[in-house]
């Protein structure tokens, strides 16, 4: 050991002048003598605590500081937190009573999100798979009375219904208006204003807020007046062939403003047409000198 220390005190001095290598021969003496003293205090058993040692080799230098570490534990969500707290996706609108009960023929719903025309085949084929699905006769089971009741409960017993039979005849009942109105442009389209937009063309404030223009009530008082002079029914079919150009007219506006999201324009498409169906239905009813009532 000193053997390196003189060889290196050496190589050491010989870069230096005579002063500075006087000073670095000491220097490097007394540090020699430092590292030989601290050996000798590791022969003898005075080695650092070897838990101090492993502290210090163990910790990484780029470890980040305490600190950081909590914020960082406590600021990253866990997969399962951003899961629960991640918003949830909207609910898509309610589909309207009528149109739920056909989700073969009309699986969209009314518009805009499905068409307001009907293929009214489709309709009439699932109508009837429903009623023969829900009719009551099939639920009658239920309310027989059992042969050992005495007659006067199985006359009590026969005027009841049982809940099965009731629920089919509510359901039977539902069925067939839904069917009414969707098979019906005029009904459909007032259903279809009520149940999505709240707008009544049917109750009794409907001609309150449906006031039709001056042009629309000159065009049925000439209808109602030509069916009313009519001698034979050939003399309506001018008036038919007009009103129900009009009628198809009203249909499409109807459509084309229910499915581009136009709430005014259809309920003004509505209240025409309802005029024009009421002109139809005068036609058809027509009696010589029978009076028209166009209702409206």
Not at 118 to 127: G, N, P, S, T, V
Not at 144 to 164: D, G
Not at 174 to 196: C, E, G, M, V
Request: charged content about 20%; overall charge neutral.
């Amino acid at each position: 050991m000193r053997a390196s220390l003189v060889v290196s005190s050496g190589r050491a001095a010989t870069r230096l002048c005579a002063s500075c290598r006087r000073d670095a021969v000491t220097a490097l003496a007394a540090s020699g003598a430092a590292s030989r003293a601290s050996l000798s205090t590791a022969a003898a058993g005075g080695a650092p605590p070897r838990n101090a040692l492993t502290t210090r080799n163990t910790t990484p230098r780029w470890a980040a500081p305490a600190s950081q570490s909590r914020h960082a534990s406590t600021s990253s969500p866990s997969p399962a937190a951003s899961t629960t707290s991640s918003p949830a996706p909207p609910t898509p609108p309610a589909i309207p009573t009528y149109y739920a009960l056909f989700p073969q023929t009309l699986p969209l719903g009314p518009p805009p999100a499905g068409k307001f025309h009907i293929d009214l085949r489709a309709l009439r084929r699932e109508f009837l798979r429903l009623q023969a699905a829900s009719h009551p006769d099939f639920h009658h089971a239920a309310s027989h009375t059992p042969s050992s009741s005495t007659p006067s409960q199985a006359n009590n017993n026969s005027s009841s219904k049982s809940p099965a039979r009731a629920r089919a005849e509510a359901t039977s009942a539902l069925i067939n208006t839904a069917y009414k109105t969707l098979s019906s442009p005029l009904l459909r389209a007032q259903y279809i204003l009520h149940a999505q937009h709240g707008i009544d063309l049917e109750g009794d404030e409907a001609g309150a807020q449906t006031a039709p223009d001056a042009e629309l009530l000159m065009t049925v008082l000439e209808a109602r007046e030509a069916i009313e002079e009519a001698e034979r029914e050939e003399d309506l079919a001018e008036v038919r062939a007009a009103n129900e150009e009009r009628i198809r007219a009203a249909e499409a506006a109807i459509a084309d403003a229910l499915e581009g999201g136009d709430v005014p324009a259809a309920k003004e498409e509505a209240v025409r047409l309802r005029y024009w169906v009421n002109i139809r239905e005068g036609v058809h009813g027509w009696e010589r000198g029978k009076p028209v009532v166009l209702q409206h």
